[in-house]
């Protein structure tokens, strides 16, 4: 893959800053899959001119931070979209490609003076997507006769955010107010939390495409999402870790253990009939990414190595009797009936199905497009047991000027991801 240039895009309030790759020194942004995705943006803070008037600082005398003649603007609370994009680079054959990865909030700004004070000072803007405004109050409601997906289609509506046909997964029960209500004593994004928790869901916004409305709000430019992984969707571009000298992936690390169950066990004693449900759960609910599981693989082993009692038969669940790796559920949450046993018990066993974890570093400008979370992708390279589908739980883009490049020529710039990828089987495709 040829080498791509970098390059960044910034709206404040949707309005396009002009020559951002002038004064932006680093940019990072984490995307996640189970909460907000948060950002930090280093600022140039050189002063105008020659700096001969003190306290003559650039971005707080002329920039978006400037005083008027009214109050000056602080920067709190200030609407953030960024885009990361790929220009075509050495081959004129290859299209730029250009995606926003967060639309939020600056939440904190920090003024940094350094010994120098020229050029070693500069100003730091942190934040998060626009779940922080989930968390501006707090309330005390009673939720019944709706369903938790309904619960997170009205909360993310309430914020003017978008929900599409299938970014709230259906659930159930609709839960009656006499026997399972929810109550909520806490801010809307709390309960979005504790009810993605109790499902095994992920949730999160997904901000949406350049061009960037203007105005203070996103409004639906991002679509909440609420639902299962999604490891069976479309993969991203396949991560190579060869060749050697040149390849997409910097390095990498994974590591696989033995210390989850591979079982999860429900049980609940129905108030109304007084009778035992119960749920036994040894899948997610969603594919394999690869031919042998944790449960596989302790199974086989634990047969050999642990005594097997008289009577008793080496169960695929796991050890003697199968009740190896078994854990049952302690859970606050009431089930209203055995549909939600099963769920809350699958909710357990999805927290502790992933099987093997990686930490990768990806070379931005060799990789064909912007890596991105809550996806699927192929890694390639790692050998027979790693190669293959992994699902992408979070992403740490780093982008910024060359720390070698002490004039911060724009075009002389550096992008690299973090990505932390997940799998619940090993050994290429089931």
Do not use: K
């Not at 997964?169 to 006499?178: K, M, S, V």
């Not at 790796?325 to 209203?336: G, K, M, R, T």
């Amino acid at each position: 893959m040829a080498r791509r240039d970098p390059y960044i895009r910034l709206w404040l309030d949707g309005a396009p800053v002009e020559g951002v790759d002038r004064w932006l020194l680093q940019a990072e942004v984490e995307e996640r899959c189970d909460d907000a995705t948060t950002f930090r943006l280093v600022l140039d803070l050189t002063p105008v001119g020659d700096g001969s008037a003190p306290g003559d600082w650039d971005l707080l005398e002329h920039g978006p931070l400037a005083a008027d003649a009214g109050l000056p603007d602080v920067g709190l609370l200030r609407r953030v979209t960024l885009a990361l994009g790929l220009s075509g680079g050495e081959d004129p054959a290859l299209a730029p490609v250009e995606t926003v990865v967060v639309d939020g909030y600056a939440t904190a700004v920090e003024a940094v003076f350094g010994p120098s004070r020229i050029p070693d000072s500069s100003l730091v803007l942190t934040g998060s997507d626009a779940l922080c405004l989930m968390h501006t109050s707090t309330a005390t409601h009673e939720w019944y006769g709706v369903t938790d997906a309904e619960i997170a289609r009205e909360l993310y509506g309430r914020y003017g955010f978008a929900v599409g046909g299938d970014t709230v997964e259906d659930t159930a029960p609709t839960r009656a107010r006499e026997r399972g209500s929810v109550v909520q004593r806490g801010t809307d994004a709390q309960l979005l939390r504790q009810l993605a928790q109790r499902n095994g869901f992920e949730w999160y916004l997904e901000p949406g495409t350049a061009p960037v409305a203007a105005g203070a709000h996103p409004t639906t430019a991002v679509t909440g999402h609420f639902h299962a992984p999604r490891p069976q969707g479309t993969a991203q571009p396949v991560l190579e870790l060869f060749p050697r000298e040149d390849p997409t992936v910097v390095e990498m690390r994974a590591r696989w253990d033995a210390e989850q169950a591979t079982r999860w066990r429900g049980w609940h004693i129905d108030e109304v009939t007084r009778r035992l449900q119960t749920a036994d759960v040894t899948d997610p609910g969603y594919v394999r990414m690869g031919q042998v599981s944790r449960e596989q693989a302790l199974a086989e082993r634990l047969g050999a190595i642990r005594p097997v009692r008289a009577g008793t038969a080496v169960l695929a669940g796991g050890g003697a009797g199968g009740d190896t790796q078994l854990l049952e559920v302690a859970s606050v949450d009431v089930p209203d009936d055995g549909t939600e046993l099963e769920t809350l018990t699958r909710a357990a066993y999805r927290g502790s199905d992933w099987f093997a974890t990686a930490h990768v570093t990806v070379r931005g400008e060799r990789y064909p497009q912007i890596l991105r979370s809550r996806r699927p992708v192929t890694l390639a390279g790692a050998g027979h047991l790693l190669d293959g589908l992994w699902y992408v739980r979070s992403v740490r883009h780093r982008w910024g000027v060359d720390p070698d490049n002490p004039e911060h020529e724009p075009t002389i710039t550096r992008y690299e991801a973090d990505a932390v990828l997940v799998r619940n089987a090993l050994g290429g495709q089931p």
